[in-house]
């Protein structure tokens, strides 16, 4: 009986000490709200805080991963030039070495085209007169080429060799044009036939009259008239009016009959 009116009087003094009790001059009441509120605002204050900080890592998350990406787009930049570096120098040390071989090859190739040259000149001085003009105006700027010391080397032998091309051609071809020669100690207007490097024929615009160049007298003869049908066949095969057929041609000396 005692010990249940002890325990009565336990509960009667713990409620009367929190619901009207004090504490340093405030209810208990009171005090307690303040303490769960501070609480509170310090658990709403550390969550902000911890939302705060996922978010920085999650951004200084991304920004490592992404200047982890830029430091291997780098790199890999880096031996891509290194390797790109390599080739160029590989190709500078080629160039040099050919650079080496051109000015070489280019102090033995001045005599050689100044030779060719010569004999090209010779050719042309003492071949027929077939394009003389043409082929005097096309050497005379081919030497003035071949000496001009601001052409390049390699000019010089691409004239040199077109000019040789040209003078092979000749041939390899036939041709017809017009010009003035002398024939029978007069100046007559003739059509010329060039067969190749072989002959020259002529024919005066009307037909009556026919010759073919003599290299040994260097000069025109007038073949027989049996010939004028030949040689007027034979300038409209080399003017593309009459398809190429045979034909019969004095090649060699012409003895009147």
């Known amino acids: 009986m005692l010990k249940r009116s002890g325990w009565s009087m336990v509960w009667t003094v713990v409620t009367v000490f929190l619901l009207g009790g004090v504490v340093n001059g405030k209810p208990l009441t009171e ?6 509120k501070q609480a509170v605002n310090i658990r709403q204050e550390t969550q902000k805080n911890q939302e705060q900080w996922f978010q920085e890592k999650e951004a200084l998350t991304a920004e490592y991963m992404a200047l982890e990406q830029e430091h291997q787009r ?17 190709t500078v040390e080629q160039l040099t070495l050919a650079l080496g071989d051109m ?3 280019s102090t033995g190739l001045a005599p050689f085209l100044k030779t060719v040259l010569k004999e090209i000149e010779t050719l042309v001085a ?4 077939m394009l003389k003009q043409e082929r005097q105006h096309r050497v005379a700027k081919l030497k003035t080429i071949i000496e001009a010391s601001d052409v390049p080397v390699s000019e010089k ?4 060799m077109e000019t040789l091309f040209i003078e092979a051609d000749y041939g ?12 029978e100690n007069e100046t007559v207007l003739a059509d010329i036939f060039r ?21 040994a007298r260097s000069a025109w003869q007038p073949l027989p008239a049996s010939f004028n049908q030949e040689i007027a ?3 409209e095969m080399g003017s593309k009016r009459r398809a190429v057929d045979f034909l019969t041609l004095p090649l060699g000396k012409v003895v009147p009959k």
């Open 195 to 215: 067969l190749g490097r072989l002959s020259l024929f002529c024919k005066t615009p009307d037909g009556s009259l026919t010759g073919v160049f003599d290299p």
């Open 172 to 183: 390899n071809t036939i041709e017809v044009y017009q010009e003035k020669i002398q024939l």
């Open 74 to 90: 780098l790199w890999d930049r880096q031996r891509q030039l290194e390797k790109e570096r390599s080739a160029r120098e590989a």
């Open 233 to 235: 066949r034979a300038v």
């Open 157 to 160: 032998f691409r004239k040199t």
């Open 31 to 36: 005090k307690v709200r303040d303490s769960v």
């Open 126 to 129: 003492f071949d027929p007169p």
């Open 103 to 105: 000015e070489e090859i």
